[in-house]
């Protein structure tokens, strides 16, 4: 080692030296004495690789004290960090799907602070489960006589397969062995349930004769999972829920639905497009009805099944229950929701998956018109700055032919090349609230739908 390299290690001071400077009292204060340490450690290693690779200190050992201070916050940052949404897809699975309601993040967060009912009976009105309070709510939402509430809609399908057909035979329309992402796949649902999946008609047409066909003394269940993902279209033909049903009764077997996400009001009368409403299946008389809480519902991840007292309470008892029943702050989100929809005019305002889906285009086009100047500005020089039209997604296993009509800002590289554009979504990744959006035919877009705080978008992409 040379005399230069070694007068550059003896330039790394030591880490008494360094806590003992005056400008680290403040970190000292906010992150405390073993964090900054730690940290001065790491910084003293990372200066000490430089020295070895490159024989200088790196620029930042003039200030130690803004070193640790990057070094801890890069570090202290959450897993779970809050991002601008400007995907395009208002239910993004991957960035956790619905916004909660005011009134339920209030909910939860009285839950957090507070010794709560739970499975506690104040008054003798039997609250002594913790699924009834929410079993009321839904059951005077949807006509159902009882529900049940676990983790996921995955976890629910799971359950009442296992609790409802478990050592038989479930029969499903060739059409409908939906796979929904992750390792959700109907066929494995079933094995690991104990089912034996019974495959009937063909992948584009199902007859009522299929399913009769198919029924035995092994049968336990006949069950529809709504296409929630994809669409058949062309020469096809399908069994409603009421035509099933009608052949359930007569041979003796229930009947089910995997609604996935369904929605608890008519979404048409928003201009959007219609889904599946878990009451209708329940007028129709289906026995058990499946579906998510955090997808159009717009409430926390949970799974929700509801139907009949003699099956919910065979669900209820099952042991697989216990394993999957959701916990208290699940459970005040979706009763704060839920609660909602008990005065559905108000329901475009407070329910923000609601308000992000109804929303005109005309409202992204007034946000795009008032942020380009100031992008146009910062990033005219490398981008072509502009508002274009385009289709926002509702996600979530909703249908992707069905879209909703926004506007985007779009930034397209000057010089032509998909790396400038990677460098910019990039850099937007890194910002302290990281800006997602998409690219696509060579541009970067952020559709605006899902924007509700200009200005900090703003103050983000001008930093
Ligand atoms: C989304 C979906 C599921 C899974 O629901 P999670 O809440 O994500 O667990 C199951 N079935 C269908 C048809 C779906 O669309």
């Not at 699975?93 to 916004?99: D, F």
Request: negative net charge; contains cysteine.
């Amino acid at each position: 080692m040379n005399n230069q390299t070694q007068s550059l290690y003896s330039q790394i001071p030591a880490v008494d030296r360094l806590l003992n400077l005056p400008e680290m009292d403040g970190l000292l204060c906010e992150y405390g004495q073993h964090l900054v340490a730690e940290s001065l450690r790491n910084l003293q290693q990372q200066a000490r690789q430089e020295i070895g690779q490159h024989n200088r200190l790196p620029a930042w050992c003039q200030d130690w004290a803004t070193a640790v201070k990057n070094d801890l916050s890069q570090r202290q940052r959450s897993g779970l960090q809050p991002v601008f949404n400007l995907s395009g897809t208002v239910l993004h699975t991957n960035l956790g799907r619905a916004l909660l309601a005011e009134a339920a993040i209030e909910q939860v967060a009285s839950v957090m602070r507070n010794a709560v009912t739970l499975e506690y009976d104040l008054d003798g009105a039997g609250r002594g489960h913790r699924d009834n309070v929410i079993s009321d709510l839904l059951c005077e939402l949807t006509g159902a006589e009882a529900a049940c509430i676990v983790n996921n809609n995955a976890a629910a399908v799971m359950l009442m397969l296992a609790a409802v057909a478990a050592g038989k035979e479930v029969v499903v329309s060739r059409g409908e062995l939906v796979e929904i992402g992750g390792a959700f796949r109907v066929p494995d649902v079933m094995r690991q349930a104990g089912c034996q999946l019974v495959e009937v008609g063909t992948t584009n047409r199902t007859h009522l004769a299929d399913y009769r066909d198919a029924v035995s003394e092994q049968t336990g269940l006949l069950m529809k999972v709504h296409t929630s993902n994809y669409h058949i279209e062309g020469f096809t033909a399908a069994v409603n829920e009421e035509t099933l049903v009608t052949l359930g009764r007569e041979l003796g077997v229930p009947v089910a639905t995997d609604l996935g996400s369904g929605s608890l009001i008519d979404l048409q009368q928003y201009g959007l497009p219609a889904e599946p409403m878990p009451q209708n299946l329940i007028a129709s008389g289906v026995d058990l009805v499946t579906f998510s809480g955090d997808k159009l519902l717009g409430g926390p991840q949970a799974g929700i099944i509801l139907g009949s007292k003699y099956w919910i309470e065979k669900i209820q008892r099952h042991p697989l229950k216990r394993a999957l029943r959701a916990g208290k702050l699940t459970l005040a989100a979706l009763e704060a929701t839920l609660r909602l929809y008990q005065q559905p005019d108000r329901l475009a305002a407070s329910l923000p998956t609601l308000r992000l889906l109804s929303r005109d285009k005309s409202e992204m086009q007034v946000m795009a018109s008032q942020l380009i100047t100031p992008l146009q500005q910062r990033y005219g020089e490398q981008f072509a700055v502009s508002i274009e039209p385009c289709l926002s997604q509702i996600g979530s296993g909703s249908l992707p032919v069905d879209r909703l009509p926004s506007y985007a800002l779009t930034f397209a590289p000057m010089d032509g090349r998909g790396r400038t554009l990677e460098a910019l979504a990039e850099k937007w990744r890194g910002l302290a609230k990281p800006v997602i959006g998409r690219i696509q035919d060579g541009k970067l877009w952020l559709d605006l739908r899902c924007l509700e705080d200009q200005d900090a978008l703003l103050e983000g992409l001008l930093a």
